[in-house]
């Protein structure tokens, strides 16, 4: 395929979901995923050779997780995604609000601490590094709500209705940063919100259910906003190929309805994940406070029993 002006495609066949699922691998995201798996797989690998469990289902939800960056980025969507403002839409979607909230499921960064070995006396290892970075000041700026939530909306507003977008744009390297941004602002906003990993950030399950709605209504107004405006608003999708037989106004207008739905997706998703969380931890304290109790002869009923009775005792 020939790439026109700015690096788009010029002569793409009209868009069908066929043609759109064709491998057409981005070569950053093909190794980038491929590492991942890898990498991914030897920890559990290492993990189970040596008698330790690991749930399969984060193993699921990890392998999702890439395998939606892939679909996005090493197939025709990513080509369609050039001269598309919809189908752009529907990668930028994915990959800053599914792929995170799949991958953060799967646990990497617990994973990667369980699994690596421990470094000498002295010395630092890989994960003595990864833990150095999970206490640093750093990391407590960029996973704290005044700074996710912001980052989280500027990806929009910022982006869009700025020239940045189109500078990013003119050429496949400026893509590529845009997409991998994508993915680090859904990772940094979606983190502290799931708590599956250790991290500096951790509010109750309250707390990080506000901060997942504080985020997500800008999504919905993005979208109205896109669907309501009477001319392009993105330079980049104002002129598409003829080949494609599209109208601007209206791909534009698709693309503001793609990201007024996708608001609703991650609010399930992460609400279920959450409810889910805050069920076990209840488990989990019933049964450490049942085991205490076996421990004690259930010490504080037997306390509570007798001031009771000293009440009762004192009001004869």
């Known amino acids: 395929m020939d790439h026109g002006e700015h690096g788009t495609m010029t002569d793409l066949p009209p868009f069908t979901l066929n043609r ?61 995604g050039m001269v598309m403002f919809s189908v752009h839409m529907v990668q930028h979607m994915v990959i800053s609000m599914v792929s995170p909230i799949l991958l953060l499921l799967g646990a990497p960064v617990t994973l990667a601490l369980r699994a690596l070995p421990v470094a000498g006396r002295g ?14 000041g750093f990391m407590r700026f960029v996973t704290h709500p005044a700074f996710t939530i912001p980052l989280f909306i500027a990806s929009l507003y910022g982006l ?29 906003f979606f983190w502290p919100i799931i708590g599956v990993d250790p991290g500096p950030h951790r509010p109750g399950y309250l707390m990080r259910m506000l901060e997942l709605f504080a985020g997500m209504p800008f999504h919905a107004f993005f979208g109205i906003a896109l669907m309501m405006a009477s001319e392009p608003m993105v ?41 889910y969380q805050w069920y076990r931890s209840d488990q989990r304290q019933a049964k450490r406070s049942d085991r205490a109790a076996d421990r004690d ?20």
Not at 176 to 183: C, W
Not at 300 to 308: I, R
Request: charged share 15%; hydrophobic share 50%.
């Open 160 to 188: 869009y209705f700025t020239p940045l977008f189109d500078f990013l744009m003119e050429s496949k390297p400026g893509h590529i940063a845009m997409m991998v941004h994508f993915l680090s602002t859904g990772l940094i």
């Open 235 to 275: 330079r980049a999708y104002d002129n598409p190929p003829a080949s494609l037989g599209i109208d601007p106004l209206s791909d534009q207008n698709a693309a503001g309805g793609i990201a007024w739905a996708f608001s609703e997706i991650p609010s399930v998703l992460v609400l279920v994940a959450l409810v």
């Open 123 to 136: 010395r630092k290892g890989p994960r003595e590094l990864l833990l150095a970075l999970l206490h640093s």
């Open 20 to 80: 759109a699922l064709e491998f057409s691998p981005d070569a950053f995201f093909l190794v980038g995923c491929l590492l991942a798996l890898a990498l991914y797989g030897w920890g559990v690998v290492r993990l189970r050779a040596r008698g330790d469990s690991w749930s399969p289902g984060r193993t699921i939800s990890f392998v999702l997780g890439v395998l939606t960056v892939a679909l996005m980025m090493c197939t025709a969507l990513n080509d369609y």
């Open 297 to 316: 002869g259930d010490k504080e009923l037997v306390a509570y029993n007798a001031y009771l009775a000293s009440l009762r005792a004192r009001g004869q």
